[in-house]
């Protein structure tokens, strides 16, 4: 075949996914030779396949021309289509290893190597914040961070406000190690009102297919993050400001050939000028920690990864190289569970060694902590020291009444239980704030410190409150952010010494074995402890911490660990949560304790308002060797309930008659796969309602519903837990089980992504002749959310019908009444002989854009519409959680009128975690 007809063939596929022949679609898909055909009843339409990646590039074209943009070449009549693959990082924090809560970059490092080696159109940024926050970083002052990029060919770093905190000589001696630009368009110098020479303004970065890559980079207004001693010679312009210059850059780069504008700026979207959209092609951006994937009015892509290995962000571009032009075809968030399984690249282990000498000091014991260190408790004991150290040091001179700061711990936040390295205090409290001795008016320590809830503070003996006269100076002990904060308007007297920080004070306190000594641990009897508990008042709790052993009995919340242990005698103590060694909570510990399993466990006895004695707070110690699960919740686990995984078929001879009698929902995974090998339900009965129940105090943030990206697997992932609004488990949905009830199917297909076990891609199957019967659901099909079709149906995100990524479908759940359109009136939707077909459906959005064979979180929506797609809410994977409707009805349309339509736009969530 002629070399241009192919290469026209291939973009064809990449821009119509399908072609219309006698009122059918056929979608066409040349990379696998197949074509699908689908029925275009009320919206059930095509998906399709695209490769826009090109061929080589012509050895005769100098440079490639294509005038009628057919995506080939007018010349060598080569593909000029190319396939961008853009992977952005932020806030890393120098979690370069695994650690409590969050994977380090090992796993990370061959998911992009791999993805590289697939598509040499591939490119990695940085949009901040990548160095200050964990030890092995903070020891090598960011360059062990720096080397690892290097490793994997990062095009760009946007500089981000915790690359300061060691001043700028650091910023320098990493930039001298880079094999990549830093960039900070905005980033000056104020002596001389110039850029400084450690950053470029932007980089023209080109791929070896040939991809000519813009990048941008700006710092936010991020000064308040920033101790204020470490920027006294730079600022960052902002503003309008900002916006000039990015755009002047947009237009350079423009000009010198770039095909994509890429726009890396260390702010979230809050804080966009939208005026850049149109200059700037997609933006990657960070410092809020936040997790998204969504386009401004403008039509232009905001991307943002969470923080600290949370996740990172992917755009995929289709480009003509020839005449510049592009359109995005996937934005996503990739969680950090993408990666998590791939395998470990040496590079963390290989710069480990290099580093070796500075990396020691991590691993140096410091003391031992006999309970779980909450961060509050650190931060406490900080300002504490603070105040000490301040009156040893400069007490014979000043009367000073205060140690405090803004203080907060980083991830982990918590320090477990066990020996405390350096390390572990490293990691809590990464930043190198020098103490300082500070004077600050009455009015302002009130203001500043002693009535703002984000500051920790000890006072000195005798000095309170009242005691503070707003007209007098007071002697503070504090830190270096906290003192060159403008606000407070402290005045420095004197540093303690350049190498002391909060960590070292910290360090010497926990070594006196004021938090503790190891020593050898002796067990206590329950019945022990229920005769101590008798003893508290309400609201008291023990002073001593106890060790005690017990076999568990019941696990009541799978969420927190809340758990009953018994004895050899049947005395019984309740666990009131669960924490493992690793400060990790019940729901993220790698073997959770069920029922049957022999345990150990630490803690103090707490009188829960008179009325209910907890072991509280508790931490897993070790699994006896009498253990009677032998693997904890590996290939098994506990129900919701407590209880065993079933492991025979209890229904070989069982009647539909006999199992529908007393009916009960299944009890484990393996109960609901039984029982749909018999045709027998695993979820609730009831017919669905027509509108969607909505939970009491759904959270919202920013003024948007939360959607919970928090995924909650057990079992090898054959069972998911939905959580109530709180984030605490409400009920589980078992994989391969058969659900009818709205709440219980659309938490199925967001956990599983696909259909349950009693839907049927075919619509002529009848009833009678299924063994599902009355619980028969039908109509699993594609939905092709053709606007142009069907005007009265409201976009869904990044749907393919209207040019996105995402193939939708969607099936009957089974009402048929709609107070909105007379047509469909309330019948029995199966009667177990024939179907009337129904109003209320689920439609859902799944594409495996990322290509690891699993459906990640920014890879799913899930919708329900009770008319017939005039309008939607979104399932928010939560109990109860459904988002605001939008559509034609809601916008005051007609019902299905292809001419008196009216449909909303989708109204965006915020996409995080429930706080639980």
């Not at 057919?70 to 396939?83: A, F, I, L, Q, Y």
């Not at 005045?491 to 020593?519: C, M, N, Q, S, V």
């Not at 018999?678 to 009491?696: I, K, R, Y």
């Not at 909650?712 to 409400?730: L, N, P, S, W």
């Amino acid at each position: 075949m002629n070399k241009k007809i192919l290469a026209l063939l291939l973009a064809l596929t990449t821009a119509f996914s399908a072609v219309t022949f006698g009122g059918c679609e056929f979608s066409l898909n040349f990379g696998s030779g197949s074509y699908e055909e689908s029925d275009t009843d009320g919206g059930d339409t095509e998906t399709g396949g695209s490769d826009s990646t090109g061929g080589d590039v012509g050895d005769g074209c100098v440079e490639h021309t294509d005038e009628n943009s057919d995506g080939v070449c007018d010349e060598c009549e080569d593909s000029v289509m190319r396939n961008l693959d853009i992977f952005a990082i932020n806030d890393l924090h120098g979690k370069v290893l695994d650690g409590d809560g969050h994977i380090g970059v090992d796993e990370l490092t061959t998911y992009f190597k791999q993805t590289k080696a697939q598509n040499p159109d591939t490119i990695f940024l940085s949009s901040g914040d990548m160095w200050q926050g964990a030890d092995l970083s903070n020891l090598t002052k960011g360059l062990l961070v720096t080397d690892w990029m290097n490793e994997l060919g990062f095009a760009s770093m946007t500089l981000g406000n915790h690359e300061y905190d060691w001043g700028e000589e650091f910023i320098q001696e990493n930039a001298n190690a880079a094999n990549f630009p830093f960039l900070g368009i905005n980033i000056h110098k104020n002596s001389t009102n110039e850029r400084v020479d450690y950053c470029d303004a932007s980089v023209l970065y080109e791929t070896e297919g040939g991809v000519k890559v813009g990048i941008i980079g700006a710092m936010g207004d991020c000064y308040s993050s920033i101790s204020a001693d470490k920027v006294q010679d730079v600022h960052f312009k902002t503003g309008s400001a900002l916006t000039g210059a990015v755009k002047s850059e947009a237009n350079k780069l423009r000009t010198a050939g770039a095909d994509v504008i890429v726009y890396s700026v260390h702010d979230d979207y809050s804080a966009y000028d939208v005026a850049l959209s149109g200059y700037v092609d997609i933006v990657f951006e960070g410092h809020s920690h936040q997790s998204y994937a969504k386009k401004d009015g403008a039509g232009v892509w905001h991307l943002q990864g969470g923080g600290d290995n949370d996740g990172i962000t992917r755009a995929q571009i289709s480009v003509n190289i020839a005449n510049e032009t592009h359109s995005v075809t996937s934005a996503q968030t990739v969680s950090s569970s993408t990666y998590s399984y791939y395998a470990k690249d040496p590079i963390v282990e290989t710069l480990s060694t290099k580093y070796n000498a500075l990396l020691e000091e991590a691993t140096r014991v410091v003391g031992y902590t006999e309970k779980i260190r909450r961060s509050d408790e650190i931060c406490d004991t900080v300002a504490q020291l603070y105040l000490e150290l301040g009156q040893k040091s400069w007490g014979d001179k000043y009367d000073i009444v205060l140690g405090g700061a803004f203080l907060s711990t980083r991830a982990p936040y918590d320090i477990s239980m066990g020996d405390v390295t350096y390390g572990d205090l490293m990691n809590v409290l990464p930043f190198d704030n020098q103490i300082v001795l500070c004077s600050i008016p009455g009015d302002k320590l009130l203001s500043g410190f002693i009535n703002n809830s984000r500051y920790h503070n000890c006072f000195a003996d005798g000095f309170t409150e009242a005691s503070v006269d707003t007209t007098k100076t007071y002697y503070v002990v504090t830190d270096t952010y906290s003192s060159t904060y403008k606000y407070n308007q402290c005045t420095e007297l004197e540093r303690y010494d350049e190498t002391t920080f909060a960590r070292d004070l910290l360090a010497d306190y926990i070594g006196t074995g004021a938090w503790g000594t190891k020593k050898e641990m002796t067990l206590t009897p329950i019945s022990t402890l229920l005769e101590i508990g008798e003893t508290l008042g309400a609201g008291d709790t023990t002073t001593d911490y106890y060790y005690v052993k017990g076999t568990v009995s019941r696990v009541t919340n799978t969420t927190y660990g809340n758990i009953y242990i018994t004895d050899e005698n049947g005395d019984e103590l309740y666990l009131y949560g669960l924490y493992d060694l690793n400060n990790n909570r019940y729901d993220a510990m790698t073997r959770k304790p069920v029922v049957g399993d022999e345990i150990i466990v630490h803690g103090a006895l707490f009188n829960y308002k008179g009325t209910t004695l907890e072991f509280s707070p508790a931490t897993l110690i070790e699994f006896t060797d009498e253990s009677s699960s032998g693997g904890g919740n590996a290939g098994g686990g506990n129900t919701s309930g407590g209880g065993t995984v079933t492991t025979e078929d209890p229904y070989e001879n069982v009647s539909k008659t006999e199992f529908y009698m007393n009916y009960t929902p299944a009890s484990d995974y393996m109960d609901a796969y039984y029982r749909s090998l018999h045709g027998f339900m695993s979820g609730g009965l009831e017919t669905p309602d027509q509108a969607p129940t909505v939970a009491n105090n759904q959270p919202k943030k920013d003024g948007k519903f939360v959607r919970n990206t928090e995924f909650k697997f057990e079992d090898g992932g054959k069972t998911y837990i939905v959580v109530d609004a709180a984030g605490q488990e409400a009920f589980r949905v078992y994989k391969d089980g058969a659900y009818i009830t709205l709440e219980e199917v659309a938490a199925y297909v967001y956990a599983f992504g696909t259909y349950p076990k009693n839907y049927t891609t075919s619509k002529n199957t009848s009833p009678s002749d299924s063994d599902w019967g009355e619980y028969l659901r039908l109509n699993h099909t594609k939905f092709s959310g053709d606007t142009s079709k069907w005007p009265y149906e409201p976009e869904l995100p990044n749907i393919t019908g209207c040019g996105g990524s995402l193939q939708y479908y969607e099936m009957d759940i089974g009402t048929t009444g709609t107070d909105c359109d007379p047509s469909y009136t309330a019948e029995l939707y199966n009667d177990g002989y024939s179907i009337t077909r129904g109003a209320a459906r689920i439609v859902y959005g799944k594409s495996d854009l990322n290509g690891n064979g699993a459906y990640d979180v920014g890879e799913l929506y899930v919708f329900y519409t009770y008319n017939h797609y005039n309008d939607f809410q979104e399932y928010l994977n939560y109990q109860g959680g459904w988002g605001e409707m939008f559509g034609n009805i809601t916008g005051g349309g007609t019902i299905s009128s292809k001419y008196d339509y009216n449909p909303t736009d989708y109204v965006d969530v915020y996409w995080g975690k429930l706080v639980s």
